[in-house]
Nanobody
Framework: QVTLVESGGGFVQPGESLRLSCVAT??????????VAWFRQAPGKEREAVSC????????LYTESVKGRFTISRDNAKNTVYLQMDSLKPEDTAVYYC?????????????????????WGQGTQVTVSA
């Protein structure tokens, strides 16, 4: 059974940090084979792409609102993709999801499209509030 499991969410104050993890099990390839994206969905809003990391060369993309604050990375030994979130703001509050794309690469022209992704995790809640 293919699963993606996110963890690491929580309740923090503005300016604090969280690190989200996305662990893959049951895939026919290791997670490094896939492009992996993080999306988020706030109440009443559409799901939006936050970041993407390609396989191989590990090139990365970020949505403008998180550039300089969030960092996506991989640990191949743990079959895990991380999203380090620093300097969190109340507007970062959302459920965060990871998703895989077996094309293996992220492109600015399409990494934000939900239909690009084959598997999704169940999400982890991030709440940023004073």
């Amino acid at each position: 059974q293919v699963t993606l499991v996110e963890s690491g969410g929580g309740f923090v104050q503005p300016g604090e940090s969280l690190r989200l993890s996305c662990v893959a099990t049951g895939f026919s390839h290791t997670l490094d084979y896939y492009a992996v994206a993080w999306f988020r969905q706030a109440p009443g809003k559409e799901r939006e792409a936050v970041s993407c990391i390609s396989s191989g060369e590990h090139s990365t993309l970020y949505t403008e609102s998180v550039k300089g604050r969030f960092t996506i990375s991989r640990d191949n030994a743990k079959n895990t993709v991380y999203l380090q979130m620093d300097s969190l703001k109340p507007e970062d509050t959302a459920v965060y999801y990871c998703a895989t794309d077996d094309r293996g690469y992220c492109r600015a022209s399409f990494y934000h499209r939900i239909e690009q992704y084959d598997f999704w995790g169940q999400g982890t809640q991030v709440t940023v509030s004073a």
